[in-house]
């Protein structure tokens, strides 16, 4: 079992209210400028945060990637440069795409 499905299996209500909390900005900003950031997100944590294996998934340019994580890191009021970042995003996103 993986540290990841470990957080995810225990995580109460308050774990699920926090993670929709904290990518609420991502959420409202997509559906206000039918954007990607939260695809864009998944997909760039799911590609181990390498920008080049992500921009393939997400068949985009690097430069699109760099303008839309910069952007991602103003809204979410985070470093998406940072292990601290990056493992606070994965698991909001791993914990609501598992909510009921």
């Not at 109460?12 to 904290?22: T, V, Y």
């Not at 939260?38 to 393939?56: E, F, G, V």
């Not at 340019?61 to 985070?78: G, V």
């Amino acid at each position: 079992m993986s540290i990841e499905s470990l957080v995810v299996a225990t995580a109460g209500s308050g774990a699920h209210s926090a993670a929709a909390n904290l990518l609420a900005p991502l959420l409202a900003y997509d559906q206000a400028n039918n954007g990607r950031l939260l695809p864009t997100l998944r997909a760039y944590l799911d590609h181990d945060a390498q920008p080049y294996r992500a921009c393939q998934a997400l068949y985009i340019h690097r430069n699109t990637l760099s303008k839309r994580l910069a952007l991602m890191s103003r809204l979410l009021n985070l470093r998406l440069d940072t292990l601290e970042g990056l493992t606070t995003c994965m698991l909001a996103v791993r914990i609501t795409d598992d909510a009921p």
